[in-house]
């Protein structure tokens, strides 16, 4: 298929932000006045299909990709923020051009082994075998103080299913990086310290005791470190792609951890990016 690129809706949104609830770095506007945070982002789309040859026969292979791709939030620097976008979803770290990394992304045909010949085609057929590598970047949550997206990469290369991960991250425009475990929690705050309270929080949303979480279709024995940690609707999540802790039938897991229940051992500057008045 032809490759295609959408830059769709670069104007500025102004997000209103007012006094009630205030915001997580404590900054509070006077009764009645609305500050506004300049957000100009580009939706970029692009796709391009292939039919392959291969020792044990023919197949066509699509990749796409989808990204919301920040170019000003507020005031803030957000190249770091740009080059954890490009590393998430295309694995680069050499390219700092978006449209250079998609370009690259579409023209790498390496996913599929044993490849013995490729030809760029207009559309796929019907009731053909076909794999496909698909990757989107969308954003969940933006305001003053942090940035959160979620970048799904999905492939079929043949079987049951395709395989599906999920790289959710927050970036904070204070600290000028991605939060993880190792910034987000004070020093001496372990895996250990932490996951007590996950299991309590997957045990609430599964509705079963914390000592049967495998009655929720939990593989006790693999949950033993803590998922890829984001904030979003003031709250700090845990993500476990399929597999990783249950069963591919049980899907991505998110365990939701209130502010209340790790403030303890939240950094300063991470409890800001909550709203409960700490």
């Known amino acids: 298929m032809e490759r295609k690129y959408c830059f769709l809706a670069s104007a500025a949104l102004a997000l209103a932000l007012t006094a009630c609830g205030g915001s997580g770095s404590g900054r509070k506007a006077d009764a009645g006045l609305i500050n506004e945070f300049q957000v100009s982002e580009i939706l970029m789309t692009a796709d391009k299909d292939y039919r392959i040859s291969m020792d044990y026969g023919d197949a066509y292979l699509e990749l796409y990709t989808s990204i919301h791709w920040p170019e000003r939030l507020g005031s803030n620097d957000i190249s770091v923020l740009q080059d954890s976008l490009l590393y998430f979803a295309y694995g680069d770290t050499a390219v700092t051009d978006i449209r250079a990394a998609i370009r690259a992304y579409l023209d790498n045909t390496s996913i599929v082994e044993g490849i013995k010949s490729v030809t760029e085609v207009d559309s796929l057929p019907a009731d053909t075998m076909t794999y496909f590598n698909n990757v989107t970047a969308s954003v969940m949550e933006v305001n ?3 940035a959160t997206y979620q970048v799904v990469s999905s492939t079929y290369l043949g079987g049951a299913h395709p395989m599906t991960s999920v790289r959710p991250f927050t970036y ?4 000028g990086q991605v ?3 190792d910034n987000m929690f004070l020093p001496g705050v372990t895996a250990d310290s932490i996951m007590p309270v996950i ?5 609430r949303q599964l509705s079963v005791p914390v000592d049967a979480l495998d009655r ?3 593989f006790v024995s693999q949950l033993t470190y803590p998922g890829k940690p984001y904030i979003a609707s003031n709250t700090l999540y845990f993500h476990y792609d399929p597999y990783e802790i249950g069963p591919y039938a049980l899907g991505p897991v998110d365990v939701a951890v209130y502010p209340d229940e790790v403030d303890r051992f939240l950094r300063p500057d991470v409890k800001n990016l909550f709203d ?3």
């Open 144 to 146: 003053e103080d942090m």
């Open 216 to 218: 929720g279709g939990i």
């Open 172 to 175: 904070s425009f204070a600290q």
């Open 199 to 203: 299991r309590t929080a997957l045990a």
């Open 276 to 278: 409960q008045g700490f």
């Open 179 to 181: 939060l993880g475990f």
